[in-house]
């Protein structure tokens, strides 16, 4: 008697749910991971195929043992999701999820392959973290793409990026970021921190800032500034780049409290000029080292 109970009261729980519109009953199933609602869609005919509609999908090789099996689930995923097919993931997958507008590429090792393209019409947020293996390079086309974030310290990649409504780029690698692009003209924010302190990268810096030039809002690592004061020649009797310019903030990522404490920035005035004198309203903020490490 009493497991009849149980098992109806289960029931009601499960009805009520399932009363639920769509998107919440999404965010639900999302909490504990896409395995895990795939296996919930046993618990109601209801939810039998909810999950094949869900606007999230997190895949995590964690819950896998071996990486054959963990790509054999993948394929299994996208196969049945919205009654798409998927024969192969090595070309186009992207292309191939057709409302895909955020996508998050983390902690990836690539095989047998030197350029991933992504190329989707509809794509607005990339992020691209810490991608090993053979990979030497990304294609990305994306014509509504807004935000991107690069983040990478093993290699020095190439980035081909076509995205002419760009608003937001982020950077953080021990090279400078290698950008080819035909430009971004509606290029607002700009965060680039540089770890390397090597002179011989000063001229891909120099190049680099000159593709940025549509900026409005732009933050350097300290260590950006110094390379380049330490190679002026290349700015000398260049005019600068940014002429939209509203708000320029050098500052320092990272603080190694004991070998850089007697450490000065040093950004010369030929940089700065550089910098500053096409915008020559914009504000200018320094924070350096030691005013970092007076507030730790």
């Known amino acids: 008697m009493d497991r009849r109970r149980d098992t109806k009261r289960a029931n009601v729980q499960v009805d009520r749910l399932s009363s639920l519109p769509n998107d919440l ?40 043992s071996t990486l054959p099996k963990f790509l054999e689930y993948i394929t299994n995923v996208l196969s049945r999701r919205d009654n798409l097919g998927y024969n192969d993931l090595s070309v186009g997958v992207f292309s191939e999820c057709p409302n895909l507008k955020n996508l998050i590429i983390d902690s990836v090792e690539v095989k047998g392959l ?70 971004f003209s509606s290029l607002e924010k700009v965060y680039l921190v540089v770890y390397g302190e090597d002179v011989a990268y000063a001229h891909r810096m120099f190049r680099l800032l000159q593709q940025l030039q549509s900026a409005k809002f732009l933050t350097l690592s300290i260590e950006i500034v110094e390379v380049l004061s330490s190679s002026v020649e290349l700015i000398s009797g260049q005019p600068s780049p940014f002429t939209n310019l509203k708000m320029l903030k050098i500052y320092p990522e990272n603080v190694d409290f ?22 020559p309203s914009a504000t200018f903020i320094l924070v350096s080292r030691e005013i970092i490490m007076s507030h730790g």
């Open 25 to 64: 009953i999404h965010k639900i199933l999302s909490l504990n991971g896409l395995k895990c609602a795939i296996g919930n869609s046993v618990l109601s005919s209801t939810w039998r195929y909810i999950w094949t509609s869900m606007p999230c999908l997190d895949f995590s090789s964690k819950d896998f």
């Open 258 to 279: 004991n070998e850089q404490a007697e450490k000065k920035v040093d950004m010369s005035m030929e940089v700065k000029n550089y910098l500053l004198d096409g915008s």
């Open 114 to 183: 030197d350029v991933l393209d992504i190329c989707h019409p509809l794509l607005s947020d990339l992020t691209l973290k810490y991608v090993m293996g053979s990979l030497i390079g990304f294609n990305v086309v994306a014509p509504q793409l807004k935000n991107l974030t690069i983040r990478h310290y093993e290699k020095d990649l190439q980035y081909q990026i076509s995205a002419p409504d760009l608003s937001s780029l982020r950077y953080n690698g021990y090279y400078p970021l290698r950008l080819f692009t035909k430009g």
